[in-house]
């Protein structure tokens, strides 16, 4: 188990990480969602070690390892540009890691073409040994980046953006295969994204960084359906978030007053937060009974294939998602320009008390 306790990291005036809490599992697929800046790479940066804390502790099975070089630390780490020595064939790049390794070297030539090939074998590239690097694809160059780092039975590996340099195609058929080498070896995976998509694909565990702390870290399921606050519902494209302030029992907000699930004081800051397929979407004097609504002018839509997003403004100016699902549509015909009432179930908005940040 991988534990971060406290971890502040700062550069002059930036904090890039800020008493930072993290525990990842033995046996797991953790993915660490944030979007660019939140501090994604510095974390896998201290967990490595190549760079060290300002403040807080990290732990691998309760063995401290800030203060101990990045070679000690038995951790793979895959590079988003995977790093590979050009001027090396891909069996090479393998044995290299084993080569020089402090602890551990591996000098017999019979055992290190037997590891490196093992290692070919279990990301898929059985046969490539031979090949130059400039001979072999984008994701092939992916493969052997992970099998240089696996050759080395690491405790646990990191990724970093790991699917970034590939195209969409390529990108969907490594998330399988990275899944299956994992569950393959049982080592943990940390995997970084700016993917919304690919960090709920990926992960068992899906962590969320956010002005350099974890905000939630859950199931890929329990994250989507459950934001814990607004932090983690901001950085899943389904929820629609509103602010307010709390008067009279509802929410006072830009589109209108919208019912509370639970008392708040008078004047209190709050949010609430709609998911973009639980929201409907009617003429304004025909809502369903029983549905709480706000008025929003429709904008325009998206066409996505299986699905289509439409987009709403609320008066404050915040765009509000909805989609359907071409498989079973429900929403009306829409006119551009003109408002509509965008119409839910009381029970499917969550309330986050405090005003954004
Ligand atoms: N060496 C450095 N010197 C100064 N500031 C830095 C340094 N490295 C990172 N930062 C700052 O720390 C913050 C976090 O950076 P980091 O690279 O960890 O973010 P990230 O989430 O990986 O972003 P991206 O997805 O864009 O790569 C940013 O504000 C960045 O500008």
Not at 23 to 48: E, F, H, Q, W
Not at 73 to 96: C, K
Request: hydrophobic share 40%; aromatic share 6%.
């Amino acid at each position: 188990m991988l534990n971060l306790s406290g971890v502040t990291r700062r550069y002059g005036e930036t904090v890039a990480l800020e008493d930072l809490n993290l525990i990842v599992p033995d046996d797991t697929y953790m993915s660490l969602l944030g979007a660019s800046g939140a501090g994604k790479t510095t974390l896998l940066r201290l967990i490595a070690g190549f760079e060290e804390p300002n403040a807080g502790q990290i732990s691998l099975n309760g063995e401290r390892l800030d203060g101990k070089a990045p070679h000690r630390r038995d951790i793979g780490f895959v590079f988003q540009n995977f790093a590979l020595f050009p001027h090396l064939t891909v069996q090479e790049n393998v044995e290299f890691g084993l080569k020089y390794r402090e602890t551990g070297a591996c000098a017999d030539p019979k055992e290190l073409t037997e590891r490196a090939a093992d290692a070919l074998q279990l990301v898929g590239l059985d046969g490539f040994g031979h090949r130059g690097v400039g001979e072999i694809s984008g994701g092939q160059k992916q493969r052997v980046a992970l099998a240089r780092t696996l050759v080395t039975e690491p405790r646990i590996v990191l990724l970093d953006e790991p699917l970034g340099a590939l195209d969409a195609n390529l990108r969907n058929r490594m998330c399988d295969e990275l899944r299956a080498i994992r569950e393959r070896l049982r080592v943990s995976f940390l995997h970084v994204t700016g993917s919304e998509t690919e960090a709920l694909t990926m992960g068992d565990t899906v962590a969320v960084l956010s002005d350099g702390r974890i905000v939630q870290a859950d199931g890929s399921t329990e994250l989507f359906t459950r934001p814990h606050n607004p932090a983690a519902a901001r950085h899943l494209n389904a929820w629609n978030l509103l602010e307010g302030t709390a008067w009279a029992g509802a929410l006072d907000t830009s589109a209108g007053m919208l019912p509370l699930s639970r008392p708040l004081a008078e004047g209190a800051a709050a949010q609430i937060a709609l998911r973009f397929d639980q929201l409907g979407v009617s003429d304004l004097d025909a809502v369903p009974g029983g549905r709480s609504h706000f008025t929003a002018r429709y904008v325009t839509g998206e066409f996505n294939g299986p699905t289509a997003l439409s987009f709403f403004r609320a008066p404050d100016g915040a765009l509000i998602q909805v989609v359907d699902h071409l498989g079973d549509p429900r929403l009306p015909e829409l006119t551009e320009g003109r408002s509509y009432a965008l119409h839910y179930a009381p029970g499917d908005a969550l309330l986050f008390e405090g005003a954004s940040t």
